[in-house]
């Protein structure tokens, strides 16, 4: 059974911390690292897509890395704001079947102003 | 407006009876697939499918059926031997299966059976 696991489960911050989570999927058969945020109310909607060992994606105040041979990818939020406030999603994709994604349980990430 | 939409946003059912989610997209996206959340847990896969006429089963597709006769539509029906089919429910969408096949997803069904 593959695994997809992430910590913390929650997080509350205040307005201006620095933040990251962790993502931990199975190093063998890699094929792909999806990084999603869901906010409430709303659809979960795509950030970053990674597929090579040491890939590093940065999208405004936020930035992912990847490390395939241990199997975990980091999410970072940099002076993180009341609108960073979702959940947020990874799922991994191995070579055994790229049909589908297996996601994990998702980090809820709360910014206090 | 491109984008994937889900009906109804709420949907009621007594037990025993059988009930089907709507999921149409107008992206021309290739592949579909069907999510269950339940609290304090991640999106588990359902179904997918990723040509007309043509679908998997996922992780948890027991007491679940789909079809997918149109590129746009694929609908999903929740029936009664679906043991706890309580949950909230996420249709998606995605070009063809490969390494940068980002989904897109709908609004959501919330799903109660009373």
Redesign the interface.
């Known amino acids: 059974i593959l695994n997809?696991e992430?910590s913390p489960?929650s997080l509350h911050v205040q307005e201006g911390d620095s933040t990251n989570f962790t993502c931990s999927f199975p190093s063998s058969n890699f094929?792909?690292l999806?990084w999603y945020r869901w906010e409430t109310a709303?659809?979960?909607?795509?950030l970053f897509?990674m597929?090579l060992n040491g890939d590093e994606k940065k999208k405004g105040r936020i930035s992912a890395t990847l490390n395939t041979k241990e199997g975990y990818s980091y999410l970072y939020i940099k002076g993180s704001q009341p609108e960073d406030s979702a959940t947020y999603?990874c799922?991994f994709k191995w070579s055994g079947n790229?049909?589908?994604?297996?996601?994990?349980?998702?980090t809820t990430l709360q910014v206090k102003p | 407006d491109g984008g994937i939409t889900q009906s109804p946003k709420y949907l009621f059912r007594k037990e025993g009876q059988n009930v089907t989610l709507s999921c149409e997209q107008n992206l021309n996206h290739d592949a579909m697939y069907w999510y269950r959340q339940d609290p304090g847990q991640g999106l588990r896969l359902i179904y997918y499918s990723q040509i007309v006429n043509d679908f998997q089963k996922g992780d948890i597709a027991e007491g679940y059926s789909v079809s997918r006769e149109k590129k746009e539509s694929f609908p999903l029906t929740v029936t009664s031997a679906q043991k706890n089919p309580t949950a909230f429910y996420l249709c998606a969408s995605s070009f063809i299966a490969g390494v940068g096949d980002t989904q897109y997803f709908g609004p959501g069904t919330r799903l109660t059976v009373l």
Do not use: R
Request: aromatic residues 8%.
């Open positions: 997809v992430q489960q094929y792909a999806h709303k659809s979960p909607e795509a897509v597929t999603l799922a790229t049909g589908k994604l297996i996601f994990g349980q998702g």
